[in-house]
């Protein structure tokens, strides 16, 4: 039987062999990258698996290697450096760049140790991957660095404020006891300079500083604020607090608090800047708003008022609420007694000064300055006069007088009386001039419509009388003229009738022209009556079918195409604003003469009908006959033009004068076209937006 070899074995022999093992073992599985290498020659003589994994080697390559061809280029003389300085050293720990096979680049914490290996000397490296911590940690200082600077660069002002001890806030405390124990134990720990600047110091000066130190003007006031903000455990806000010197500043910040892991309040960070400005232009803003809606309001009373009287008061019934005064007048001036009348005011007590009373015009100081559009401000009243005695035992110690001027002239002033001269700042006064333009425009105006309302009072009566005497006129010639013509007529009739055998032919026919005459003559008289009339008609409006119209017109002037062959056509003419007879008038007098002028033509036609003309509905009455030049078109609307003979064409010459005029009162217009022996057109629009 051949002996065991492990029997053959040394005991001692056996044991280091299986420690051995087991070491291999513990490489093997170990997930640190662990190696072996020589330390003179810094040759790799054992590598872990984890290391072959992490390096991206293998073993076979790792056996050609140093430990030089791990690190980066850059690095490779301080490793040297180091190794020289770390022989004889039983261990080291020390954090290096390696590169691995692929070029990337990690970070390991390493642990040396010297140990036997073969029967030599050699060291023992575990290398920890810590890229992901060192990066961490690079950001975190990173983060960090970018934080001051942030922190001190910022145009924001940023700074803590830690408690000496955490505070709870819940419904277990008693919030006001807590709140006063905050504002005297919680205190600026850091700050940047620009928060500092904020409130005119430095860093130094705010490290330390508690809430009480920025409400001293108002405690109860921050003690709202901090309820607010403990409460929400965070807050955006605008707050009212104080500078270093006592000086009032605006602040917006966001404030975030603190908390400890028992969820105690440590302390607050805020960041927070300066709104003083822009809280000063919205304060203005909010007050122009307010008082332009007050002068709007006061624009508008204004404008309802008729009298100077009441235009003035609506002026002075809001005045104060724009320029703070103890009393106010608007006086208007009548130069030829040399007196001022007050004719509006406003007063917080009773005054002796009240509308009526009259005061010498030289009582408001300077005409020159006023004149010229400038007020005069008295700081301090110095009794000159019997009035500045009465206002200042009203409280009165200052005032402005502004002019009311119109067209250059100076019409009147619009006082107003102070406690004091501070009231009257450029921004009041430029209020003040604004309310006095507009009284003076509106006063002014007030008296032009007084001045025209009596010239219109007195137009009227003249309109009146003018009218009576036309009726009169008219009465005179519907009888006083008419009874000689129904004479002459008679007397002709009866010569022609009883004495007709005493008379020749010519003689006859001489009185036949004077029955025919006369009789022209009173249908003349007849129409220029008409003519007359139809300036003084009232005219009654109504939604009127013009085809309807048209239709009644035509029908009237049957009796005139009996035994004629007109071709009548008409197309829907549809509604319109006006007077129904007026309309009809115009229509018979356009359908008369288109009958009357066509006497002579073949085929005569008469066409009514409506076409767009300048986007307004135009309507025209067009025909077939003797036409006329249009040189003398101009000519036909007036009253007794004509220009055809009478013997060829009965008339008056007053049909298109009627036609014109009731167009005309209905706020429209009428023309002729045509041409000689080819017939013509007549159009005329109608407005739809009222009649004169």
């Not at 940023?158 to 919680?186: C, G, N």
Request: hydrophobic residues 40%; aromatic residues 8%.
């Amino acid at each position: 039987m051949k002996p065991n070899k492990n029997q053959e074995r040394d005991p001692l022999e056996q044991t280091v062999d299986s420690r051995h093992r087991y070491l291999e073992m513990l490489l093997d599985e170990s997930p640190i990258s662990i190696w072996v290498y020589d330390p003179e020659t810094l040759e790799f003589l054992r590598v872990n698996r984890a290391a072959i994994e992490n390096y991206g080697y293998s073993s076979r390559e790792f056996a050609k290697m140093t430990l030089r061809d791990i690190r980066p280029p850059e690095d490779v003389e301080l490793l040297d450096s180091y190794i020289a300085k770390s022989r004889g050293m039983e261990r080291s720990v020390g954090y290096w760049r390696h590169q691995r096979k692929d070029g990337s680049i990690i970070h390991v914490e390493l642990i040396a140790h010297s140990v036997k290996y073969d029967g030599r000397w050699a060291r023992l490296v575990m290398a920890l991957d810590v890229t992901e911590r060192k990066q961490a940690e690079d950001a975190l200082r990173e983060s960090e660095h970018r934080l001051e600077l942030f922190f001190g660069q910022s145009l924001d002002g940023f700074f803590f404020m830690m408690l000496d001890e955490p505070i709870r806030w819940d419904d277990s405390v008693d919030k006001d006891a807590v709140l006063d124990y905050v504002f005297t134990h919680q205190r600026i720990t850091k700050v940047n300079e620009a928060m500092a600047q904020q409130y005119g110091g430095t860093a130094e000066d705010f490290l330390g500083l508690k809430p009480k130190d920025f409400y001293s003007h108002d405690l109860d006031y921050g003690k709202s604020v901090w309820r607010e903000f403990f409460d929400t455990g965070r807050l955006h806000v605008e707050t009212d607090e104080r500078k270093l010197d006592g000086s009032q500043i605006w602040v917006e910040g966001d404030y975030i608090c603190l908390y400890d892991d028992e969820g105690r309040i440590t302390g607050h960070f805020g960041i927070q800047r300066d709104v003083t400005e822009r809280r000063r232009a919205l304060d203005s803003l909010q007050q122009y708003s307010k008082q332009k809606e007050i002068l709007q309001a006061i624009d508008h009373s204004i404008l309802n008022a008729q009298s100077p009287e009441e235009i003035a008061q609506a002026a002075m019934t809001r005045i104060n609420d724009l320029i703070p005064c103890r009393r106010a007048s608007v006086a208007v001036f009548d130069k030829e007694d040399n007196i001022a009348r007050l004719i509006a005011i406003y007063a917080e007590h009773q005054t002796a000064l009240g509308p009526g009373v009259e005061v010498p015009i030289s009582a408001f100081g300077s005409g020159e300055t006023l004149r010229a559009g400038k007020p005069i401000v008295v700081e301090k009243i110095e009794v000159q006069n019997p009035a500045d005695s009465i206002v200042q035992t009203e409280g009165v110690m200052a005032y402005a007088t502004l002019p009311l001027l119109a067209e250059g002239e100076l019409i009147g002033v619009m006082n107003i009386g102070a406690e004091t001269g501070e009231v009257f700042t450029d921004e009041l006064l430029e209020i003040a001039r604004t309310i006095a333009a507009s009284l003076s425009i509106s006063i002014h105006q007030s008296h032009l419509r007084e001045a025209i309302e009596q010239h219109a009072e007195q137009l009227e009566k003249r309109v009146a009388e003018r009218t009576a005497e036309i009726e009169s006129f008219s009465y005179s010639v519907s009888h006083d003229l008419r009874t000689p013509l129904l004479t002459i007529d008679g007397f002709s009739q009866i010569l022609l009738e009883d004495h007709a055998e005493a008379l020749d032919d010519d003689g006859k026919r001489l009185l036949n022209i004077i029955s025919d005459n006369t009789k022209k003559m009173g249908k003349l008289i007849d129409d220029l009556l008409r003519f007359s009339r139809l300036g003084h008609r009232e005219i009654v409006l109504a939604d009127v079918s013009l085809d309807q119209v048209v239709e009644a017109a035509w029908q009237d002037l049957q009796m005139s195409v009996v035994n004629r062959d007109i071709e009548f056509s008409k197309v829907r003419l549809g509604h319109t604003r006006g007077d129904f007879d007026m309309l009809k008038i115009v229509f018979v007098n356009l359908l008369s003469n288109a009958i009357k002028f066509t006497r002579y033509a073949n085929n005569a036609r008469i066409e009514v009908g409506v076409e767009e003309i300048e986007g307004q509905s135009t309507y025209f009455i067009k025909d077939n006959g003797v036409g006329f030049d249009m040189a003398y078109a101009a000519k036909l609307f007036g009253v007794f033009q004509r220009l055809h003979s009478g013997d060829d064409f009965d008339g008056t010459g007053v049909g298109l004068a009627i036609v014109s005029r009731i167009v005309q009162r209905h706020n429209g217009r009428v023309w002729a076209e045509g041409e000689k022996n080819k017939g013509a057109t007549i159009y005329f629009t109608l407005s739809q937006s009222g009649v004169v």
